[in-house]
């Protein structure tokens, strides 16, 4: 793929989008609670990919991704969105 030029408008959008990078991958963890609860078959297994991929770039420690993955509960995943958000789970970022 060729080197983009980008405009200053679209680099500050991009800048802006890395910027916020941790709260939109920790409301999109939050939404893969929800939507994994709603659905089934392929959907679902789909939002799980999703939410490991979510919470390994996250930073999340992987014995936590581990056990969400294994257990395949959404109320696990939903205690991991509620420990980062109140601060208890520590995320090396």
Do not use: C, F
């Not at 709260?23 to 609860?37: F, P, R």
């Not at 659905?39 to 936590?64: L, N, Y």
């Amino acid at each position: 793929m060729a080197d983009r030029e980008y405009s200053n408008y679209q680099k500050k959008v991009i800048q802006r989008y890395y910027d916020n990078r941790d709260q939109l991958d920790h409301q999109k963890l939050s939404e893969l609670v929800t939507n994994i609860y709603l659905e089934s078959g392929k959907k679902r297994e789909k939002h799980w990919q999703t939410a490991e991929d979510v919470m390994r770039r996250m930073k999340v420690p992987e014995s936590r991704i581990k056990h969400v993955m294994d257990s395949r509960d959404a109320a696990i995943l939903a205690a991991v969105v509620e420990d980062i958000q109140s601060g208890k789970l520590r995320l090396d970022g």
